[in-house]
């Protein structure tokens, strides 16, 4: 039984290890004519710092709401911790210096959000691309 | 110069599209919160007439509205009460509201009343959960100047500049002009109507005109990730117009003639550093700045210094979480002195301030915060006198603890 245990507990921490560094993709709509986007870009558009595409249309950053997908994108893109990604959004909505990505809460409202209106960005887990939106690659 | 940001506002104002009233409601954001602080000081009153007893007037409550109304157009406001002893009492008003309008990823205009870029924390001090403490270090952002040092009517540039592998630089340029209630400022009515009315003069009216504000910041994202300098530089000078009513009960036409006080805060510029890691968090910051309060030529008041000097300040910060990450510990460092070429009287403790203080923050909840700290000081610097009727104490401190609830 405690054999049983263990090894379930092993397996357990590995896969939550492997959900938490879980690859993610980014997505746009199929109309959006960028292809790829650099890694300091997408660290840009998340912080809202970025706000236009090079074609000039407006870029609509998408979130999922706690999400593993969520935490790989803030702290292997933006480079931030959770926690002072979500104090850095509350000053510049409390000031009104700024508006955060929409939030979502699932990948499914997420490709029907991304893929549906214009500029837009969003992120998925790698196993969830389908024909509803596109891929950016990452320069 | 100002007229080069009327002409922006003006530009705004005709940015704004006509349909704007029929808003999308799902494009406009609700924001809000609600702090409530308890204040306990030990020998001298503090940021209250009577904190010595203990006082709960420390809250603050705020509602945000933000809605994008075009894809380059951005509108927004917050209206703010608050409440810190004898200021604010509750009453709600405009904090911040103004129309942003992106032109590219490098600039960027806004016309309104802006919060006013100075230091790292300025624009965010109305807001208690943006920082790890109850006070922002006060040798920088003092609570008893906050009426002057919030926001500023007028219009201001700002945007982002790459600089490739050394990071990126964030620009704030802002002029315009400081609008306050003097009856809502209490180191107003006890510094200047109190300092006049001590020679038994009586004030019967006292209004205040900014002539010029102006606010500007740099501040670097380096290439060393969570590493940020900045540099920045504010200007408010203005005027109050006032006019007294008697002296020693008889009006002489030369008691009445109106005098004026001529205030400045003059050439305050900031230095700062901070460095994020995970949840660790360092930052220091340097300032100077030139304050001159001055009364002009009157017949009975004649012309009189009441302050000229510069003031330096500094201070250096530690958080780091403790047991969980939910959990932080912070230790202050803050130093000022009202006049950084005499560094104060050891002996009396009068214009210095050496403040050193340990706080918790713990996130109870995503939207829940609590947050209670110990400050011991040594120093009666500034503006101490004007909160205590007996002397002063040189070596004093205070309790505060203060939840907020946000949405």
Redesign the interface.
């Known amino acids: 039984m405690k054999k049983t245990l263990s090894i379930l507990t092993m397996t357990l921490i590995v896969m939550s290890q492997i959900a938490s560094a879980s690859e993610i993709i980014f997505i746009t709509a199929k109309g959006n004519p960028i292809d790829s986007v650099s890694t300091s870009d997408l660290k ?1 558009i998340y912080l809202g ?4 595409w090079d074609n000039g ?2 870029i609509r950053p998408f979130l999922q709401k706690d999400t593993a997908t969520t935490n790989t994108l803030i702290e292997e893109y933006v ?3 959770p ?2 990604y ?2 850095y959004w ?2 510049a ?5 700024g ?1 955060p990505p929409f939030e979502v809460r699932n990948e499914d409202l997420m490709k029907k959000m991304v893929g549906t209106l214009e500029g837009t960005i969003g992120y998925i887990s790698a196993d969830a691309l389908d024909s509803s939106v596109k891929e950016l690659k990452v320069d | 110069m100002k007229k080069i940001y009327f002409a922006i506002t003006i530009m705004l104002l005709a940015a704004i599209p006509t349909g704007v009233m029929a808003l999308d409601l799902s494009n406009i ?1 609700l ?1 809000g ?1 609600v702090s409530q602080g308890y204040l306990d000081s030990s020998k001298n009153n503090y940021l209250d007439l009577a904190s010595k007893d203990g006082t709960f007037q420390l809250n603050e409550a ?1 509602i ?1 509205i ?1 809605a ?1 109304a075009t ?2 157009l ?1 509108i ?3 209206l703010l009460s608050r409440d810190l002893g004898p200021e604010g009492n509750n009453n709600f008003v405009l904090d ?3 129309a ?1 309008y ?1 032109i ?2 490098a600039l960027g205009a806004r016309a309104g009343k ?2 006013m870029p100075m230091g790292l924390y300025n ?2 001090r ?2 208690d ?2 920082r790890d403490m109850v006070f922002l270090p006060q040798s920088i952002y003092k609570e008893s100047w906050r009426s002057f040092m919030g926001a500023a009517q007028g219009a201001s540039l700002y945007g ?1 500049v790459d600089l490739g592998g050394l990071g ?1 630089v ?1 620009y704030q340029a802002l002029l315009g002009e400081v609008n306050i209630d003097v009856s809502s400022v209490y180191l107003i009515q006890e510094g200047i109507i109190g300092g006049i009315e001590e020679n038994g003069l009586v004030v019967n009216k006292l209004n205040f005109k900014c002539d010029n504000a102006f606010a500007a910041s740099l501040v670097m994202n380096t290439a060393l ?2 590493l940020r300098l900045g540099f920045s530089y504010l200007d408010v000078q203005g005027v109050f117009d006032g006019q007294l009513n008697s002296f020693g009960g008889t009006a002489f036409p030369a008691v009445l003639e109106p005098f004026t006080v001529e205030a400045e805060l003059k050439d305050k510029y900031v230095l700062s550093a901070e460095y ?1 890691h ?2 660790l968090s360092l930052r220091t910051e340097y300032m100077q700045a030139r304050n001159n309060i001055r009364i002009n030529g009157h017949p009975v008041l004649g012309t009189n210094d009441m302050v000229v000097d510069t003031a330096e300040g500094y201070f250096v910060m530690a958080t780091v979480p403790t047991f969980t ?1 939910a959990l932080k510990l912070s230790a202050l460092y803050d130093v000022y002195y009202s006049n950084k070429n005499h560094k104060g009287d050891t002996q009396t403790g009068e214009g210095y301030r050496k403040d050193i203080a340990i706080g918790l923050r713990y ?1 109870v909840l ?1 939207n829940w915060i609590i947050k209670a700290e110990y400050h011991d000081i040594e120093g009666t610097a500034p503006f101490l006198v004007n909160y205590n009727d007996d002397p002063l104490e040189k070596d004093w401190s205070y309790v505060v603890a203060k939840t907020t609830f ?1 949405f």
């Open positions: 840009k710092k970025i706000a236009y249309l407006l480079e931030m911790s926690y002072q979500s104090q509350r000053k909505v409390f000031t009104g210096k508006k | 954001r924001n919160f705020g945000t933000s994008q894809d380059k951005r927004g406001f917050q911040w509201g103004f942003d992106r590219n990823n802006i919060k624009e965010g109305d807001s959960m943006l982002n990126d964030e990730n969570g994020l995970q949840y990450d996130d995503n946000l």
